[in-house]
């Protein structure tokens, strides 16, 4: 199957390498340099933009009437910015700081996949195998059908072990002890599907994968949790118990009822803390989320004490499919929500960011979401000390206000060096056709598709309706290590030239590409979709 960078007409090259090679070529590496941000100004763009992300904020809190916010944008793995907004605790009028602390509720999720992921890459578990290894219980369950598969970790990580969707009864259950869990799954579990055939959001899910955190490691879950996650991020603030907490920076919860605020009675940790118990500070959190953005994009640099960059990677990736949907926005815009679940994060596709992971938590009394771009390197995250607050919105809106300044842009992919002289071969190819370099360019099928005459003639043809005198002009508009496009002015016009490099080593040209240009064209990487 052959792929273009355009839908216009091409003159398209499926080239691969013959085995004769020009001497220069071959020692050239196909090794990827990491992506990299190459805006200067960056930073300074994205600061202009924090003022209106205040007022966005203060006015969101007004209108929705949430005693105290705090919230924070991470960029490159720093808190360029926090702020903490209105009161801890009404009835005292104690305002918040940046050190006050949330419960973050089912934010905890993303924690619990990551102490899985600890120990799937220490060998002590893996995510294929049945859940009632680690869970003795588990194995009475009588499932839906009789191919029904067991229930697997990567099921429960992923929402797809059939148990039915549980956020209002799961809000409750914190405070249940170790043998109230063992004697819920004694008693059964209903099943709303068959383990592995759709995505529905559990609770109880993710409270077994805590029950298996402690099975494996002898440890309880937020012993586990506090000394291998939270102490080497050195997230000092954040821990599963509000008495934990000093007095004077808990964060008290309400709802409202009746035109006021009413408090809400504080949830003790227990055998579903695993699922939403944890509660932390803005700046504790910021560290969780620079974590995860540090993983990207894949390079050579030390590793994380935590976990490594492939498995924070992998967290970040759908695990289970939701459906897709697709509106039109009030401006107009085309709004895409394609994607899923991975491993304790939601993950999705979008028209303008491409891929937005994330994960919101709501508990009586609080709300809360972390929402960052892994392409773009910034993160924001919000907290709310009012009934689920409903942070979407305001968080979608500080991200546009950022992509305003102009200095929210992607990574740009960097070409292999054997791209760059593929590239450089290539030009000279198109400027003047000459066989023996075609044949040290040229992958296998270059000359199977179409005689290497017929590609020369149909060059020539374009260059000399450009006028010929053609030249490389511009960027190396680069889709990845080995895949790339460029301009090359002529005379009187222009011409478009792609190519991509074979699976081969060394890696030699697959796919070529030239095409007419038109006066005001530019070329620009592939978007999933533009309005």
């Known amino acids: 199957m052959t792929r273009s960078f355009t839908r216009s007409a091409t003159v398209c090259f499926g080239l691969l390498t013959a085995l004769a090679l020009v001497t220069p070529l071959h020692a050239q590496s196909s090794l990827a340099p990491a992506a990299r941000f190459t805006d200067p100004d960056r930073l300074a763009k994205l600061a202009t933009a924090l003022p209106r992300i205040d007022s966005a904020m203060r006015v969101f809190a007004e209108r929705n009437r949430v005693p105290g916010i705090a919230y924070g944008v991470i960029v490159d793995g720093r808190l360029l910015h926090v ?6 605790e009404t009835a005292t009028g104690a305002r918040l700081d940046t050190s006050s602390v949330f419960r973050i509720a089912s934010m905890t999720k993303s924690f619990t996949a990551l102490a899985i992921l600890q120990l799937r890459d220490a060998g002590r578990l893996a995510l294929d195998d049945p859940a009632e ?21 990567r099921h429960l990580l992923t929402h797809s072990a059939g148990f039915p969707e549980d956020n209002p009864w799961g809000d409750q259950q914190l405070a249940a002890t170790d043998e109230d869990l063992a004697r819920l799954l004694r008693a059964g579990v209903p099943f709303s599907n068959a383990p592995g055939v759709a995505y529905e959001y559990s609770n109880l899910g993710f409270a077994l994968l805590g029950r298996i955190v ?16 939270l102490q080497p991020l050195g997230m000092t603030s954040t821990t599963m118990e509000a008495r934990d907490v000093p007095t004077s920076r808990l964060v008290h919860g309400y709802r409202v009822q009746d035109d006021r605020w009413l408090e809400e009675a504080a949830l003790p940790d227990g055998a ?19 974590l995860m953005l540090d993983a990207w994009p894949p390079r050579d640099d030390a590793e994380s004490p935590v976990l490594r960059r492939a498995s924070l990677r992998e967290m970040q990736q759908v695990g289970r499919m939701r459906a897709t949907t697709a509106s039109r926005a009030a401006n107009g815009a085309l709004a895409l929500n394609a994607g899923g679940y991975g491993y304790g994060l939601g993950v999705t596709q979008t028209c303008r960011f491409g891929h937005v992971v994330a994960h919101s938590g709501g508990l009586p009394g609080y709300g809360s ?12 995250i919000a907290l709310g000390n009012r009934t689920y607050t409903g942070w979407g919105g305001v968080v979608d809106d500080a991200l546009a206000l950022l992509a ?16 760059v002289a593929m590239q450089q071969q290539v030009t000279r190819l198109v400027q003047q056709w000459n066989q023996p370099l075609a044949d040290s360019v040229a992958a296998m099928n270059l000359f199977l598709d179409e005689p290497a005459p017929r590609r020369a003639a149909a060059i020539a043809r374009l260059r000399d309706a450009a006028g010929g005198m ?3 002009e511009g960027p190396f508009v680069v889709e990845n290590a080995l895949r790339g496009e460029w301009r090359m002015q002529c005379a009187t016009g222009a011409l478009r030239v792609g190519i991509t490099l074979a699976p081969t080593e060394p890696a030699r040209v697959q796919q070529f590409t030239v095409q007419a240009m038109a006066p005001d064209e530019t070329i620009r990487r592939p978007a999933i979709c533009r309005p």
């Open 133 to 153: 290894r680690y869970i003795p219980e588990l194995a009475g369950l009588r499932y839906p059908t009789r191919d029904a598969p067991r229930i697997t970790i």
């Open 214 to 229: 402690q099975n494996v490691t002898g440890q309880r879950y937020a012993q586990y949790i506090r000394a291998q996650v």
């Open 83 to 88: 702020q903490a907004v209105g009161l801890r």
């Open 272 to 290: 579903f803390g695993a699922m939403g118990g944890m509660l932390t500070s803005v700046a504790d959190l910021s560290r969780w989320v620079a």
């Open 369 to 380: 979401l972390m929402r960052w771009l892994p392409e773009y390197g910034v993160g924001i």
């Open 470 to 472: 053609c030249r490389a």
């Open 404 to 419: 305003d300044t102009g200095g929210l842009v992607p990574r740009e992919p960097q070409p292999s060096a054997v791209l």
